[in-house]
């Protein structure tokens, strides 16, 4: 019997796992706390970073919670100057829209499109990177990931990292999870869910403002 009860417990750990891992419900506020559609705090994860200044090889100093390391899969020519690091993806011009996907997550692959639209329309005002972190969050590979943006056809620019902090550094609490980054680095706001190509929008216009 007490083994049964083990068995079960282990289970419903399982299950809100999984459940914090990959939120959103296809609504535009899927997974946010207020009516900003700001993630809330309520564990050790949402914790905010301390934020650091990067002096990279760019023409600014941006004020990031955590530089990491990047891996283009595609779209590295819209950065030529980025040296490896998100912090190259400042040029002190634009603000950056960051998005965290995984390949295995439903909501990640739904909004994905209209990240690709959205890349078309705003490029030239915002910096968009869509950054894989499935292996971090039991949400697909690496080739997952890849093999996703193929079967999309999307061209943003899109990759991975192998700093496993970046969950905690820029507050993943739920699947997908996009943040608002203005020119020199500073987070304006996060965003847990997914997001529809209106409010993404919507978001932008406001980040574009705050820079």
């Keep these: 019997m007490m083994e049964r009860r083990f068995v079960i417990v282990g289970l419903m750990s399982m299950v809100v796992l999984a459940s914090v891992a990959c939120s959103g419900d296809g609504s535009s506020d899927a997974g946010t706390a207020d009516d900003a559609g700001s993630t809330s705090a309520p564990s050790a994860l949402a914790s905010p970073a301390s934020q650091v200044t990067?002096?990279?090889?760019?023409?600014?100093?941006?004020?990031l919670s955590a530089d990491f390391p990047i891996e283009f899969y595609q779209g590295e020519g819209a950065y030529p100057g980025h040296g490896g690091n998100f912090s190259g993806l400042f040029d002190g011009t634009r603000p950056v829209v960051l998005n965290l996907w995984a390949g295995a997550c439903p909501p990640c692959r739904a909004e994905m499109p209209d990240f690709d639209d959205f890349n078309t329309e705003y490029g030239e005002r915002v910096g968009v990177f869509g950054l894989d972190i499935g292996p971090f969050v039991g949400l697909g590979s690496r080739e997952d990931g890849k093999n996703l943006v193929e079967k999309l056809g999307v061209s943003y620019p899109i990759g991975t990292t192998t700093d496993a902090e970046v969950v905690r550094d820029y507050r993943v609490l739920g699947m997908p999870t996009t943040v608002f980054l203005t020119a020199d680095g500073q987070t304006q706001r996060t965003w847990s869910g997914l997001l529809t190509a209106s409010k993404l929008s919507e978001l932008a216009d406001e980040l574009i403002a705050a820079s």
């Design 54 to 63: 990067v002096a990279n090889d760019g023409p600014v100093a941006v004020n």
